[in-house]
């Protein structure tokens, strides 16, 4: 599994082209708001958490679109089965890679945003764990949702039509994290949690088995 996780920390290092890509468009959707709507502060700070959450959907989203697609092109997922590990590994490695690639360019945008909406020190703090936790969660599903939809003709169309409904939970308890001016440990916060605990074996198993029937 570690080699596995090493070569996919590997090609996003080589193609930081997508991560410029990734964080350019998540950075766009920042900027719409406090550029084409309203400037007062208070509305800013309170819009602050529906921009992060919806660019943070969209970008995973478009992520996690190639995530099987090239290793299929290149013979990869066939020969991930002659290999002597689990496919079960292999979906768990292709997650980590994804989540970390997902995470390093939110992780620098959370001060520039905390700029943008007048966010205080505490509440970029705020921001950067319901966001991590709204992270995980979203790209186990992303990860899950390619896997299935791997081997589809037009596979990208589909799993944002999928991920759309299948997001709106994630997105309505990390919003609400984020907004509600409480500790940094809440139950919405705790759905979050919960929910990547309970789906990432979900995802191993029926990711690996989607893979194996696609292939």
């Given at each position: 599994?570690?080699?596995?996780?090493?070569?996919?920390?590997?090609?996003?290092?080589?193609?930081?082209?997508?991560?410029?890509?990734?964080?350019?468009?998540?950075?766009?959707?920042?900027?719409?708001?406090?550029?084409?709507?309203?400037?007062?502060?208070?509305?800013?700070?309170?819009?602050?958490?529906?921009?992060?959450?919806v660019a943070l959907a969209?970008?995973?989203?478009?992520?996690?679109?190639?995530?099987?697609?090239?290793d299929q092109e290149h013979?990869?997922?066939?020969?991930?089965?002659?290999?002597?590990?689990?496919?079960?590994?292999?979906?768990?490695?292709?997650?980590?890679?994804?989540?970390?690639?997902?995470?390093?360019?939110?992780?620098?945008?959370?001060?520039?945003?905390?700029?943008?909406?007048?966010?205080?020190?505490?509440?970029?703090?705020?921001?950067?764990?319901?966001?991590?936790?709204?992270?995980?969660?979203?790209?186990?599903?992303?990860?899950?949702?390619a896997a299935l939809t791997?081997?589809?003709?037009?596979?990208?169309?589909?799993?944002?039509?999928?991920?759309?409904?299948?997001?709106?939970?994630?997105?309505?308890?990390?919003?609400?994290?984020?907004?509600?001016?409480?500790?940094?440990?809440?139950?919405?916060?705790?759905?979050?949690?919960?929910?990547?605990?309970?789906?990432?074996?979900?995802?191993?198993?029926?990711?690996?088995?989607?893979?194996?029937?696609?292939?």
């Amino acid at each position: 599994m570690w080699v596995l996780l090493s070569h996919e920390l590997k090609y996003y290092f080589k193609n930081d082209q997508e991560a410029i890509y990734i964080a350019s468009f998540f950075i766009s959707i920042l900027l719409l708001v406090p550029f084409a709507g309203n400037s007062d502060p208070s509305k800013l700070q309170s819009l602050a958490g529906i921009a992060l959450w919806v660019a943070l959907a969209s970008t995973v989203a478009m992520g996690a679109a190639g995530l099987f697609k090239r290793d299929q092109e290149h013979g990869l997922l066939e020969y991930y089965q002659l290999l002597p590990i689990s496919m079960e590994s292999v979906m768990l490695a292709k997650w980590v890679g994804f989540f970390l690639f997902i995470c390093a360019p939110l992780l620098v945008v959370i001060p520039l945003a905390g700029l943008l909406y007048g966010l205080s020190g505490l509440e970029m703090i705020r921001y950067a764990v319901g966001l991590v936790a709204g992270a995980a969660a979203l790209s186990i599903l992303s990860t899950l949702v390619a896997a299935l939809t791997n081997g589809l003709d037009k596979a990208g169309a589909v799993l944002s039509l999928l991920l759309l409904p299948l997001s709106i939970p994630i997105l309505i308890f990390g919003a609400h994290y984020c907004l509600n001016n409480g500790g940094l440990i809440e139950p919405s916060l705790w759905f979050l949690i919960g929910f990547s605990v309970f789906m990432l074996p979900v995802m191993c198993i029926a990711g690996a088995y989607s893979i194996r029937a696609s292939s």
